[in-house]
């Protein structure tokens, strides 16, 4: 099974600040690699696909970089409704989710 | 537009058993791959099992293999999950997603609680 490893597990940012998320798999995964945001009681939300696809819809804040093992997440300035746990999951064999990220204002 | 409602949720007894449904509307369920993933209360995202357009093929995550079951009705657009010898540990939000590689779509999950 291909595990991923995401941190940090939670961060405390200012509005506007630039956030980055990184996130490992234990064996390359090419660009297999999306990217979700969930919000307290509601089901995830796709923002990234393929490492580096903006989802439509998606601010153009949000983007992401990588390929093979290590994946890159980033919020280039957040704001107050960024505030979420994301999640990377890589689908190179099944599925599998990091154990999040914890995004909160400081 | 596209639409997964999950019903069959509740409270069952350690060693019960529990059938989800899930309801697909706003496109051709039957062109689609189907996924059950799931969420343990304050925990993470955890992959449970999906199954391809037809149902001929089917996988499970190690720790659901040999108690859950997937199917699917292509002529009712709909998805299920029957899930025997439940234990404690499967107590979970069940979503069900369109997809088993991108996930695009999910539903607004199914709470399982399994406790005596």
């Known amino acids: 099974d291909i595990q991923m490893t995401q941190s940090p597990s939670s961060l405390s940012a200012s509005v506007g600040d630039r956030v980055t998320i990184t996130c490992q798999a234990s064996q390359h995964i090419s660009d297999y690699l999306n990217w979700y945001q969930q919000k307290p009681g509601k089901a995830p939300k796709l923002l990234i696909y393929?490492?580096?696809n903006l989802e439509t819809g998606v601010p153009s804040r949000f983007s992401g970089s990588g390929s093979g093992t290590d994946f890159t997440f980033t919020i280039s300035s957040l704001q107050p409704e960024d505030i979420a746990t994301y999640y990377c999951q890589q689908y190179d064999n099944s599925l599998t989710f990091g154990g999040g990220t914890k995004v909160e204002i400081k | 537009q596209v639409q997964l409602v999950e019903s069959g949720g509740g409270l069952v007894k350690p060693g019960g058993s529990l059938r989800l449904s899930c309801a697909a509307s706003?496109?051709?369920?039957?062109?689609?791959?189907m996924s059950w993933i799931r969420q343990a209360p304050g925990k993470g995202l955890e992959w449970v099992s999906y199954i391809s357009s037809s149902g001929s093929t089917i996988y499970y995550a190690d720790s659901v293999k040999g108690r859950f079951t997937i199917s699917r009705d292509n002529a009712k657009n709909s998805l299920y999950l029957q899930m025997n010898s439940l234990r404690a540990e499967d107590t979970a939000v069940y979503y069900c997603?369109?997809?088993?590689?991108?996930?695009?779509?999910w539903g607004q999950g199914t709470l399982v609680t399994v406790s005596s």
């Open positions: 706003g496109f051709t369920f039957s062109d689609y791959y």
């Open positions: 997603a369109r997809d088993s590689r991108l996930p695009r779509n």
């Open positions: 393929d490492a580096s």
